[in-house]
């Protein structure tokens, strides 16, 4: 089993739709991070979401998390083309401190078309 | 804004060549990291780094790999012999003190072994 499994693998909408990508994990957390990668290119963080918080907004992004369910989402609110890139998730170690590593999710592939 | 920067952008080397990647993170940042992505595949963690000695690795991090803060700004990556399986792209997070658990990561090096 992998702790971050994104879905959908890939999505592809027009400009001005909302784009939601969910992210399932498998071991409790202290937190829940989205990452955006540009083809190609480095990793730019998007949004932290701790356990303890339900839901988190920033700019045209909200973030839900519901421990029960061990799943996240992130939704992407009136797409633009720029919003084309691939979106991961990634946890930080079960209960460990702030400071381990990430594990990442396979990600989605996200496509707006202009 | 403070950046994590790498070099080179791209290395191409020949199968059983030592390699050196090169990251300079961000001043007063702590903690240092190495990850890797091969081609359409998930970000992967390889190592963690925290005052002047490794914290954690993985399995991919073998005898071939080695890490080093060779003074106060930068943070290498070395493989001693390089493998076909080795190309993938390459990237250096630092975090700091300031932002729980947040990581921030260079723009990547894409290491090519022929």
């Known amino acids: 089993s992998q702790q971050g499994e994104e879905d959908p693998q890939a999505l592809s909408i027009q400009e001005g739709e909302n784009a939601t990508m969910n992210c399932s994990y498998k071991?409790?957390?202290?937190?829940l991070q989205w990452y955006r990668q540009n083809s190609g290119r480095g990793l730019v963080h998007l949004i932290l979401i701790r356990s303890n918080e339900r839901e988190k907004h920033s700019g045209r992004l909200r973030v839900t998390l519901d421990t029960s369910k061990k799943s996240s989402s992130l939704l992407i609110t009136a797409s633009r083309a720029a919003d084309t890139a691939s979106y991961f998730c990634?946890?930080?170690?079960?209960?460990?401190?702030?400071?381990?590593?990430?594990?990442f999710g396979q990600g989605t592939i996200l496509t707006v078309h202009p | 804004e403070p950046e994590v920067t790498q070099t080179p952008s791209h290395q191409v080397t020949q199968m059983g060549q030592e390699v050196i990647l090169r990251c300079v993170p961000i001043?007063?940042?702590?903690?240092f990291y190495w990850y890797r992505q091969i081609l359409g595949q998930k970000v992967e963690f390889l190592v963690s780094f925290y005052n002047n000695e490794i914290s954690e690795k993985s399995e991919i991090f073998d005898d071939q790999f080695s890490v080093e803060r060779p003074d106060g700004s930068n943070f290498t990556l070395k493989i001693r012999s390089t493998k076909l399986e080795d190309s993938a792209m390459y990237f250096c997070?630092?975090?700091?003190?300031?932002?729980?658990?947040?990581?921030?990561f260079g723009p990547g090096t894409r290491l090519t072994v022929l």
């Open positions: 990634a946890t930080p170690p079960a209960g460990g401190t702030s400071y381990g590593k990430l594990t």
């Open positions: 001043s007063n940042h702590l903690y």
């Open positions: 997070a630092s975090l700091g003190l300031a932002f729980y658990n947040e990581q921030f």
């Open positions: 071991t409790s957390i202290n937190n």
